[in-house]
């Protein structure tokens, strides 16, 4: 079902995530119209109602749609489960697969989008080396895998530069917050005992 509200929307993928969730919240509260993408659909009709266009297919989105916006916020979760090597795949494939999907979108618009932001995370900076700041100037540092993974988004998402799209990349560092982000099991483990201090705020 498509929403009953006019004007340009703003498409988001990883919608039910934690962030995503508060962001189409909000966008719902400024009155925008908001398209989600979601592999689970009913799970996110569930969640925002029938005022919300639902896809899980971003073919469905007739070439004539007016977006305005692109929030790119999909992926597997990162936390809680071992970084095998089969995993690893599914992180970078299920960022990168939907950054894919997303160009093809843009691609078969009639006018597309004004801007695209996406999501990666400070991991992208690797890990300090000695005294070494890192900023939003430092680069990446290839062959460490969060660097990757998070350059691999980076490199998907420039492309769109190339379809006239403004393109913005978050990076995110831990998201707190209650009922979800990395509190709850930064909070369980220290109820255990096994809390640990994460770097030293430099």
């Not at 992208?124 to 290839?142: F, I, K, T, W």
Request: charged letters at 20%.
């Amino acid at each position: 079902m498509q929403p009953q509200s006019h004007g340009p929307s703003v498409l988001v993928t990883g919608a039910t995530g934690f962030i995503g969730t508060a962001l189409v919240g909000q966008l719902r509260g400024e009155g925008r119209r908001v398209i989600v993408f979601s592999r689970s659909k009913s799970k996110a009709v569930s969640a925002f109602g029938s005022d919300v266009w639902v896809v899980d297919r971003l073919e469905d989105i007739p070439a004539e749609t007016e977006i305005d916006a692109v929030v790119h916020l999909a992926g597997a979760t990162v936390l809680g489960i071992p970084w095998t090597q089969a995993r690893r795949e599914v992180l970078v494939s299920s960022r990168t697969g939907v950054m894919q999907g997303l160009l093809a979108l843009m691609r078969r618009l009639r006018q597309p989008p004004r801007v695209l932001v996406a999501a990666s995370a400070v991991g992208y900076y690797g890990v300090q080396q000695g005294n070494d700041s890192l900023d939003e100037h430092a680069g990446s540092q290839p062959g460490r895998f969060q660097s990757d993974l998070c350059a691999a988004i980076d490199l998907e998402a420039r492309r769109a530069e190339g379809l006239g799209v403004r393109v913005v990349r978050i990076r995110f560092g831990i998201v707190l917050g209650h009922g979800g982000g990395a509190y709850p099991g930064l909070a369980a483990s220290s109820r255990l005992g096994l809390g640990a201090v994460l770097g030293d705020g430099a």
